[in-house]
């Protein structure tokens, strides 16, 4: 598992694994039922601290990517990617109501809000 962080990208460390993680599992590199490095093995190869990667599988276990038996380690669930699919969608919906209410806050107009997000999301693409 190739999992690379970076200490620039003001995003936390557990969130980079998350990510990262989620994404080999929805593309198919990491199929259902392939065992994940141990908790305290990933922390080592990435060196960080295994507090940090403890979050990030308890997290990918909350979004049922990954299911952890005691005693035997992590595996990628077998959830189908549909499920996995909708559960990524209520994220994202989730975020989009905090840059709504935050927006709002702001007293952005839905125009203003739209184009904001259209420009984001074309540089994103490049």
């Keep these: 598992m190739n999992i690379l962080i970076s200490s620039t990208s003001g995003e936390p460390i557990y969130a980079q694994i998350v990510g990262q993680v989620r994404q080999m599992i929805l593309q198919g590199e990491l199929q259902s039922g392939t065992p994940l490095p141990s908790i305290r093995l990933l922390a080592k190869e990435l060196q960080i601290s295994v507090i940090t990667t403890k979050r990030a599988?308890?997290?990918?276990?909350?979004?049922?990517?990954?299911?952890?038996?005691?005693?035997?380690?992590?595996?990628?669930?077998?959830?189908?990617?549909?499920?996995?699919r909708e559960q990524r969608l209520r994220i994202v919906e989730n975020k989009l109501k905090e840059i709504i209410e935050e927006s709002t806050q702001l007293g952005l107009t839905f125009d203003e809000l739209t184009e904001m997000l259209k420009l984001l999301y074309e540089e994103e693409k490049e």
Excluded: C, M, P, T
């Excluded at 049922?64 to 990628?76: C, D, M, Q, R, W």
């Design 57 to 84: 599988y308890e997290e990918l276990e909350r979004e049922g990517l990954i299911n952890s038996i005691v005693g035997k380690g992590s595996f990628v669930s077998g959830a189908d990617q549909e499920f996995i």
